[in-house]
């Protein structure tokens, strides 16, 4: 069956940096767009990063609120897609989770939805 199990999360200081990771199995990881939403407490599930790949491309995009501080990556024969964090703030503190789904290059997005269960990320001194 499907899984994605998120791993990386945990306590850091403001201005400080971590990278997390999910791995994907029960799926043909190269073919489906990859997403890392986030959760802090009390809000709505936002979407973070995506990434939509060929094998001669890569589509990617940001949340305002992180661009230019998250690098979302792939490793297709390691069936893992990264969240590289840097430049933490407290608002970054939240639950992390991995959504896998097919998408085109165009930037569509379609069919089952799946998710990992999170990585609590803090940001705090």
């Known amino acids: 069956q499907v899984q994605l199990v998120e791993s990386g999360g945990g306590l850091v200081q403001p201005g400080g940096s971590l990278t997390l990771s999910c791995a994907a199995s029960?799926?043909?990881?190269?073919?489906?767009?990859m997403r890392w939403y986030r959760q802090a407490p009390g809000k709505e599930r936002e979407l973070v990063a995506g990434?939509?790949?060929?094998?001669?491309?890569?589509?990617?995009n940001y949340a305002d609120s992180v661009k230019g501080r998250f690098t979302i990556s792939r490793d297709n024969a390691k069936n893992t897609v990264y969240l590289q964090m840097n430049s933490l703030k407290p608002e970054d503190t939240a639950v992390y989770y991995c959504?896998?789904?097919?998408?085109?290059?165009?930037?569509?997005?379609?069919?089952?939805?799946?998710w990992g269960k999170g990585t609590l990320v803090t940001v705090s001194s």
């Open positions: 959504n896998a789904r097919r998408a085109t290059m165009g930037g569509a997005w379609y069919g089952m939805d799946y």
């Open positions: 029960g799926f043909t990881f190269s073919s489906y767009g």
């Open positions: 990434i939509i790949s060929t094998s001669a491309d890569n589509r990617i």
